[in-house]
């Protein structure tokens, strides 16, 4: 399975990432597959931020929950971030990332620079 994100490189203060994962060699639907997004500020560890399941059912890390969003396109196999509200706290390197259950996370996307700034 081969990962690609893409996205804006650079946003303001208050405006909405969104990023999106293109993925070849695999479904989207397939099952018991996970769609995580995960991203590293600037010197820092991996952030968790949310997944999309093979049903579509979404899951995200509670202090990004109100401002997150996951969605999927089937036809196009791919999915979509959503970060509203951006500050540059959100400045990090974005990882699209597939799992088989919650935490086997086996294929990684190169990921993408997103910097908040104004």
């Known amino acids: 399975v081969q990962l690609q994100e893409s996205g804006p490189g650079l946003l303001k203060p208050s405006q909405t990432l969104s990023l999106t994962c293109a993925i070849s060699?695999?479904?989207?639907?397939?099952?018991?597959?996970?769609w995580n997004w995960i991203r590293q500020p600037p010197g820092k560890g991996l952030e968790w931020m949310g997944a999309?399941?093979?049903?579509?059912?979404?899951y995200f890390t509670t202090s990004l929950k109100s401002r997150t969003s996951i969605s999927r396109d089937t036809s196009k196999n791919q999915l979509t971030l959503q970060l509203k509200a951006v500050t540059p706290e959100d400045t990090a390197v974005y990882y699209c990332?597939?799992?088989?259950?919650?935490?086997?996370?086996?294929?990684w996307g190169q990921g993408t620079q997103v910097t908040v700034s104004s």
């Open positions: 990332v597939r799992s088989e259950g919650p935490a086997n996370f086996d294929s």
């Open positions: 060699g695999g479904s989207i639907t397939a099952n018991y597959v996970f």
């Open positions: 999309i399941l093979h049903s579509g059912n979404t």
